[in-house]
């Protein structure tokens, strides 16, 4: 925990927070401006805005024993030079962790698209938005790491870490962990087997942000890798945090598909659109596996408890897409037995200890 400052008017803060304004006020020269909280993620960073005469800015507080902000300004330098939109970069202090950013404004795709008429609005911009950096990103996609066996096996096994001993308080047992290893084994081939493009790998409701003329600007993009092409449309389609209905989200895919192709890119997008939708749907079981574990550790470890409202749509995905492929049929009556009915009573002993 951050130890508490004594600040010459005699209010307290957290000393990151000093440091932040001293930052500002003696490294940048923009005097002592207000700076308010602006958001916070599942890391350990914390984002604050800045109010200056011209307008405002963002700062990226990135404890330098906790985070590296070197992917964030590696990606976004990546991401600008395929032509995305991701906020610039005007001031950085590596040694302290500091970043001073352009501010895209408080609104949130989340929060836009739970108005009436707006997600028919946003949704094809998101997805034109994806599609050119899929498109225009291949040289950059190049100078990312692969997401590999690797890491696709490492993600999944926090679910039998955080979701299963620690959540559902039930280490799985040898014929579980069997069955796990199959499964997994099973989704990181199918990954494998996938055109490998740009991954934001994080390409959510709450990592767009709707600017004026609903212009959107992409943000939280530092984990990238160059992977699956499904998985940021499953990040964006099957979004942990608003749900749509199936033939809507296949008539998306299918228009995502058909843009690929208008823009040349035929060695990305499967010999059909049923392919293209058991890409789409098998990578969103991984990724799916994995956030339940993601979830259950942000709970349980970072205490951020809000994260547990977000795990039955979560579990919901991955039965779904069980029940529709045989090869996933077994881990799905699996989920039905053991997971889906214990998730109320984990969700209310985590909350139990906040």
């Not at 108005?115 to 994806?130: F, I, S, T, V």
């Not at 964006?236 to 890119?265: F, N």
């Not at 574990?293 to 205490?303: E, K, M, Q």
Request: charged residues 25%; aromatic residues 10%; contains cysteine.
């Amino acid at each position: 925990m951050t130890p508490d400052v004594r600040r010459p008017d005699g209010a307290t803060g957290d000393a990151r927070l000093e440091l932040l304004r001293d930052w500002l006020a003696t490294a940048l020269g923009l005097g002592t401006p207000a700076v308010v909280p602006a958001s916070a993620d599942a890391s350990f960073r914390r984002y604050f805005r800045v109010r200056l005469a011209d307008g405002t800015r963002i700062v990226m507080d990135a404890p330098p024993d906790k985070e590296d902000i070197e992917p964030y300004l590696r990606v976004g330098a990546l991401l600008r030079g395929a032509g995305a939109r991701v906020p610039q970069v005007y001031a950085v202090d590596r040694v302290q962790g500091f970043v001073l950013l352009e501010d895209f404004g408080a609104t949130s795709f989340l929060s836009e698209v739970r108005k009436p008429g707006r997600a028919e609005a946003l949704y094809p911009r998101a997805l034109a938005a994806l599609a050119d950096l899929q498109a225009r990103g291949a040289t950059a996609a190049l100078q990312l790491a692969p997401y590999d066996a690797a890491v696709l096996q490492r993600e999944m096994a926090l679910l039998p870490e955080w979701f299963c001993t620690q959540h559902l308080a039930r280490a799985p047992d040898a014929e579980e962990r069997e069955l796990f290893a199959r499964t997994f084994d099973f989704l990181v081939e199918a990954a494998l087997e996938q055109p490998q493009v740009f991954v934001h790998r994080d390409y959510h409701s709450r990592n767009l942000m709707v600017m004026p003329g609903d212009a959107l600007g992409m943000i939280d993009f530092q984990d990238a890798l160059r992977g699956p092409i499904g998985y940021d449309l499953v990040s964006l389609l099957k979004d942990c945090y608003i749900a749509w209905p199936r033939a809507q989200v296949v008539e998306w895919l299918r228009r995502h598909r058909e843009s690929l192709r208008h823009a040349g890119c035929d060695a990305a997008i499967g010999v059909d659109d049923e392919q293209f939708l058991r890409w789409f749907d098998l990578i969103g079981v991984q990724r799916h596996v994995k956030v339940l574990g993601i979830f259950a550790r942000l709970a349980w470890r970072d205490r951020k408890f809000g994260y547990l409202d977000d795990l039955p749509l979560t579990l919901r995905y991955v039965q779904e897409s069980c029940a529709r492929y045989a090869e996933l049929a077994e881990f799905g009556a699996w989920l039905e037995r053991r997971a889906a009915p214990a998730l109320d009573a984990a969700n209310a002993r985590a909350r139990s200890g906040a």
